[in-house]
Structure formats: C-alpha cells, structure tokens
C-alpha cells in the first residue's frame, strides 16, 4: 500500500471514530440537521460540523435524502454570502504571502469530496499561517460536486483572505448541464432542486478568474489570453466589426497576448463566456492550452480559447516580472488526446521551461473516471 492510500485510510479510520462519538444506543451514528448562525457569521467549529456532516450523508444516506442533514434554507443563506463575497474581488486578485506563511495551491478536483477532505488533512486547513489558492472544476464527473462546493464556499465565508476560489471551465452552465452537476442538484434536492442550481450559477459568475500570488505566481485556470481591441465609436459598429471582435475570422498572425490590465478591464460576470466580443478574455482565461509550439492561435479542438506557445509564456512572465505560471484544466483524459503534451500521471506537467521560469499544469483529482492520478497539491513558501 502506497504512501497516499495509507494517508486515507487514516484519514477515513479518524473520521469514523469521530462519527462513534456521536453513536446512538443502536449503535448507529447520530447527526443532527446543521443550523445557520443566528447572526451569520460563520466559526470554524460550524465549517467542521459541516464537513463532518456532509461526510457523514455521502457514505450513510441516499442522495435524496441530503436535505434531512443540509436544509435549503441553510443552503439559501450559505450560497447568497458567498455570492456576495465572491462578486466583491477583482477579476484578477492580488494575494500576498508572509514570511511566515505557506500557499497551498490546488487543481481541479471535480466533485471528489473525499479526496478534499484528504487534502485539507494532509496539507492541513486554512488558518492565518497557511492560504489555499483553488484553481477552478469543483463540480462535474465526481458523484459530491455539490458537498464539494458548498464545503470550499463556507471555507471562503470564515476566511475569504486565506481561502480563494478561481473560476474554472466547469463553473457554467454549459458544462454543468452536459457534465453532471445539474442533475446530481436535482436527484439531491427535488422539488427545490432548480432553485438551488440557479443560486450555483450565480456564484459561479463571481468567481475571478486568476490571481497572483506572492507578486511572482501567475495562476489562471486554462492559461493566458489575448488582447481585446478596443471598441470604435457607435457609428463604426457593424457585423464586420462584430467578426473582428470574435476573433474566429482573424488569422493567427494578429492575435496579439494580453496583459493583467487587459484582464482586470474584462468583463467578467456572464454564465457562458462565448469567446465572442467583450467575453473574449473570459472565454480564453478558463478554456485555453498551452502548446510545444510557439505563437497564439485558435484552439481549435475545444471550439474557444488559444493555444499559447513558450514564447507567449515568456512574454507574459517577463513582462509581469513572474516566476512561476499555474493553470489547470487538463486531466489524465485531456492528455491522453495531445500526445505531443506530457501525460497527467502525477498531478501535474511541467508545459514550458523559459528564460523567465515555469508553466506547470497541476491537477488534483486523483481518482478521476478511469483514471489514478498522483495529485499532491503544491505549496509555495517565501
């Protein structure tokens, strides 16, 4: 047995015994339904509770029955905090590291709740003296996307400085519809089920979309961007401008790469980033790949975003003074598909080795469909 399944087995021996303390005269575990604080500020024994609890549902309880535990009006009051929370930060957050403070940055991990709790054991769990950085895929594929998201969002709510949620491609409407995350809200929640998925959705607008970390680490679900042209006066509109703002008609050859000021400037709040007009930024921020090949251009396999090479890679780190660019977004399954890409068999790539530093693809979902993954998380220290 490897050093990561003897880490579970401790990790899952621990909670069990945890769940004991509270047995019945049956035998069986008692959990009570959790409450929201009367004046909704959220303690750290109430974000425990909740983790306890939603473990405790998702190996005891059939998915209709997740209410019985989690009640929607908690859930109401939960998710419309945090979309209050996450609408407020910048496009691009700025996130200063101490001396004295370690950054935990984390990958997809695509409803896989267990292996969330895992990683907050092993890494151990946000506090004053350690920040978590999330890279966007909470949802989707995995059977706990919701438990999943509900559980990072009321870390963001104790500790919205420690705790920072990016916006990955899975984090719309498009995907959860076509991936799983809406029918997994519908076989938990019924009847109330639409309203729930609708409040997910309006997180999921919030999210920013990249952050640097420690003024050297770029971080950003897919990758880099382009540059957007700005808009000519009214009377200039027209369906050719409109196709020269989609950047589906440009040739490569004018896609020029984007800035942070670009990125801060772009329009963020939209469900489905099209790759269309002023949701071009968006659109490439949480869909694009990096490439063996230099230049920017379409990517054309997933219909948005770009493929960017190690010159866009070096351009953009020296220009921002970087170290070290993460992004996410591909999984074992991806790369299997781009053999001319490193495979994902250890939680993350190595994608370009330039002048300026490194672009890394991390991925943290170890138990991926059809898939082992290694997937340490990785920590930065000053």
């Keep these: 047995m490897d050093a990561r399944r003897v880490t579970r087995a401790v990790a899952q021996q621990e909670r069990e015994e945890g769940e004991r303390e509270g047995e019945g005269e049956d035998g069986e575990a008692v959990m009570s339904a959790v409450k929201w604080p009367e004046n909704g500020a959220l303690t750290l024994e109430w974000v425990r509770q909740l983790g306890r609890t939603l473990d405790y549902a998702s190996r005891h309880l059939l998915p209709a029955e997740l209410p019985t535990l989690l009640p929607v009006p908690v859930l109401d ?34 409803g896989q709740f267990h292996d969330v709790l895992n990683l907050l054991e092993i890494a151990g769990p946000p506090s004053a003296n350690r920040l978590f950085v999330f890279n966007g895929d909470y949802v989707d594929r995995g059977a706990w996307g919701f438990e999943t998201y509900i559980y990072l969002l009321s870390w963001k709510l104790l500790l919205p400085h420690r705790v920072f949620m ?74 050719s401008y409109r196709r020269l703002l989609s950047g589906r008609n440009q040739a490569d050859n004018t896609l020029k790469l984007g800035t942070l000021d670009d990125l801060q400037k772009a329009r963020r709040i939209v469900l489905d980033p099209s790759g269309f007009g002023q949701n071009v930024i968006p659109g490439d921020v949480l869909w694009s790949d990096p490439s063996p090949k230099n230049g920017l251009s379409h990517n054309d396999s997933r219909g948005i975003g770009l493929l960017f090479g190690p010159d866009c890679t ?16 591909e999984g074992p399954d991806a790369r299997e598909k781009r053999p001319e890409m490193q495979a994902m068999n250890k939680g993350y790539t190595v994608d370009h080795v330039v002048k300026a530093g490194k672009l890394i693809t991390l991925f943290s979902a170890p138990d991926y469909p059809q898939f082992q993954v290694a997937s340490p998380p990785v920590f930065l220290t000053r």
């Excluded at 209050?84 to 695509?110: F, M, Q, W, Y």
């Excluded at 070096?314 to 977004?329: A, N, Y």
């Design 77 to 110: 009051s939960l998710l419309l905090a945090a979309h209050k929370c996450l609408h407020r930060e910048p496009n691009c957050v700025e996130i200063p590291v101490d001396p004295s403070c370690k950054a935990v940055l984390v990958g997809d991990v695509h």
């Design 166 to 239: 990016l916006r990955g491609n899975h984090e719309t409407k498009f995907c959860t519809s076509a991936y799983g995350f809406e029918q997994e809200v519908m076989s938990k929640f019924g009847d109330r089920a639409k309203h729930l998925y609708r409040k997910c959705l309006g997180c999921f607008e919030g999210h920013p979309l990249a952050a640097r970390v420690a003024g050297c680490v770029y971080m950003a679900h897919g990758g880099l961007f382009r540059q957007v042209e700005k808009e000519p006066p009214k009377k200039q509109k027209g369906k």
């Design 314 to 329: 070096q351009e953009f780190m020296e220009k921002h003074k970087l170290k070290l660019i993460v992004r996410s977004h």
